[in-house]
């Protein structure tokens, strides 16, 4: 995402894009998405300081920490951006803080759902399908 510092009016600007993961170099061995990542960007400027509220949005694909069941969760992240006018010449490109932002967020022990129960320890049952008549220590 650039932005023209030019375009940006004194009641500032709005602009929205969808990037594809690709594009970012985002998804790893762990971590795939299902969609484009939309981002919604509000921009405004204030003599020499350029202002940037990002709202990003997407669903990654990943593999419950757990249970090990494939899994989509949702990520939404809202942050700011300060930029020098003076420095940063008559464009900003965004693409660098964005690709930053989410893998910051890259879930470390993602879970399928919030009380997952995972995997016997002794005969490796989804223990969020059924229970199982092992007798594991705690």
């Keep these: 995402m650039k932005i023209d510092i030019n375009q940006i009016s004194p009641k500032g600007l709005r602009l929205t894009e969808n ?27 204030l003599v020499n300081v350029v202002t940037v509220h990002l709202a ?8 419950c920490s757990r249970c090990l069941e494939e899994c989509d969760i949702d990520f939404k992240k809202d942050f700011a951006l300060n930029f020098s006018a003076k420095d940063t010449g ?8 964005i690709r930053e932002e989410i893998i910051l967020d ?3 022990k993602p879970l ?8 016997c320890a002794k005969c490796g049952r989804n223990l969020n399908e059924r229970n ?7």
């Design 56 to 63: 990003l949005n997407a669903t990654m694909h990943t593999i």
């Design 132 to 138: 199982c008549s092992c007798r594991v220590k705690g």
């Design 112 to 119: 399928c759902r919030l009380h997952c129960k995972g995997l």
């Design 106 to 108: 890259y879930p470390i």
């Design 19 to 45: 990037f594809t993961p690709s594009s970012l170099d985002l998804e790893t061995d762990l971590i795939k998405f299902s969609g484009p990542i939309k981002v919604q960007a509000e921009i405004s400027k």
């Design 90 to 97: 008559l464009s900003i490109d965004l693409d660098p803080e």
